[in-house]
């Protein structure tokens, strides 16, 4: 989700809501700060945009808070985005790029996805 208030939405999620802070960071060349937070196995990113003329900043609009995409991890990104590819989806990123918190990451255009900006994110952590 792309947020006006980072802090009062963290508040909101963590304190209200039940949600656990996983990890705080910005990713300079996307040009925003992320904050991942967790409820049972289900991960949430709110985006805060670094400049007001942003991209991300204009989705957002005048809206306090503006459902950007949907994420799903995969485990193995380059297969993944071969096999859309051949299925004839179009592909925002043809090749993996680095995401917060150390993931790559991949965005399949909304045309071929009902409308829904979808990423697709693979770990480079090792389990345990």
Known sequence: MVVGDLEATIRLYVETLGFRQLYRETVADQGVEIVGL???????????????????????????????????????IVAELARLKASSVRLIDDTPRKGAHGNIIAFLHPESTGGVLTELCQSTHRAG
């Open 38 to 76: 967790s409820v049972g196995e289900s991960v949430i990113e709110l985006l805060r945009p670094l400049a007001g003329d942003s991209p991300i900043a204009r989705f957002r609009g005048d809206a306090p808070t503006k459902m950007h995409h949907i994420a799903y991890r995969v485990k193995d």
